[in-house]
């Protein structure tokens, strides 16, 4: 089993940066692909942005230039950056981790981005 508890969400105004961790646990003998989803109120969830095990990035178009996707693999942690950030990027954000054909979830960890 592997346990993904994130952390870092808040409430922020328009423009402010904001860092959510996820610190993985559990039955992980090697670096895995991990990502960060997101799920707004009456949306699907959509991948914000993804890390391999050997650092490749990618990024949802809407989040490419503002956040920022890291991961320290001593501590099995991995980072969202997200700068100059809007009310659209409010959302309950997910940390995800694959192992083959398993997906592993955080319970989430809510960003408002409100005035």
């Known amino acids: 089993q592997v346990q993904l508890v994130e952390s870092g969400g808040g409430l922020v105004q328009p423009g402010e940066s904001l860092r959510l961790s996820c610190a993985a646990s559990?039955?992980?003998?090697?670096?895995?692909?991990m990502g960060w989803y997101r799920q707004a109120p009456g949306a699907q969830r959509e991948l914000v942005a993804a890390?391999?095990?050997?650092?490749?990035?990618n990024y949802e178009d809407s989040v490419k230039g503002r956040f920022i996707i890291s991961r320290d693999n001593g501590k099995n942690t991995v980072y969202l950056q997200m700068n100059s950030l809007k009310p659209e990027d409010t959302a309950v954000y997910f940390c995800?981790?694959?192992?083959?054909?398993?997906?592993?979830w955080g319970k989430g960890t809510l960003v408002t981005v409100s005035s």
């Open positions: 559990g039955r992980i003998y090697s670096m895995q692909d």
């Open positions: 890390i391999t095990s050997g650092g490749s990035t």
């Open positions: 995800n981790l694959k192992r083959g054909s398993l997906d592993y």
